[in-house]
């Protein structure tokens, strides 16, 4: 079954601390994987996607399929990334994109 | 530039009563999608749609009902609302499907009394 984990609900570090949210996924075929955010009272936004190998706002994630996991790091946390991140896996047949259960990342001044 | 814009983005019900949620995408996308957002578990997907008159089941689809007559709508209908379906409701879009970016609209806060 496809499938994407986030082991954590709830992350918090203080600022200019390394954060990494993990992400697993379950999949037999060749995954697409995206991390999205949501910030306080704005929509759910694409972040970054594996297949463009870039950093955005300081994040990046590399797909280790060998570990089925695309964990999104920075390697010094800011107060305004306080957000609901959600990893989510696409190609997954019939045109759908699953998400895990979201991270609440927390970053204390 | 308005995207994907929901309508409405607040309502009460009753237990029984029916609604109808509108999601509007002025980028012309193909694919269009509904999730519902509850504590801990995510984004579910209810219904999909890969173009004009098609529709299809996502993991949660009991209890709902959708329409996609034109392009750039889809409608997802609740004929019988129980407090099951107390939920923030979001409508995306996407041009490539499963391999593209999606765009979300703002989200429709149900509660189901």
């Known amino acids: 079954a496809q499938r994407v984990t986030q082991p954590e609900k709830l992350l918090s570090v203080f600022k200019g601390a390394p954060v990494e949210l993990k992400c697993n996924y379950s999949y037999s075929g060749s995954p697409e994987l995206f991390w999205y955010v949501q910030y306080s009272r704005q929509r759910l936004q694409l972040l970054l996607r594996h297949i463009s190998r870039e950093s955005i706002k300081g994040f990046t994630a590399d797909l280790n399929k060998g570990e089925t996991s695309f964990h999104l790091k920075k390697p010094f946390a800011q107060e305004e990334d306080s957000a609901m991140y959600y990893c989510a896996l696409g190609n997954t047949g019939g045109f759908k994109t699953i998400f895990g259960a979201g991270t609440r990342l927390f970053v204390k001044a | 530039n308005a995207g994907v814009t929901q309508t409405p983005k607040f309502r009460v019900l009753k237990t029984g009563q029916s609604m109808t949620l509108l999601c509007a995408q002025d980028m012309n996308h193909e694919y269009m999608y509904w999730y519902r957002q509850d504590p801990g578990m995510g984004l579910r997907l209810i219904h999909y749609?890969?173009?004009?008159?098609?529709?299809a089941k996502g993991e949660v689809p009991d209890g709902y009902n959708v329409s996609r007559l034109k392009k750039q709508n889809f409608l997802l209908g609740l004929e019988s609302a129980a407090p099951s379906q107390t939920s923030v409701y979001f409508c995306?879009?996407?041009?490539?499907?499963?391999?593209?970016?999606?765009?979300f609209g703002e989200g429709s806060r149900l509660t189901v009394l």
């Open positions: 995306a879009s996407s041009s490539t499907g499963y391999t593209g970016e999606l765009f």
């Open positions: 749609s890969v173009g004009e008159g098609t529709t």
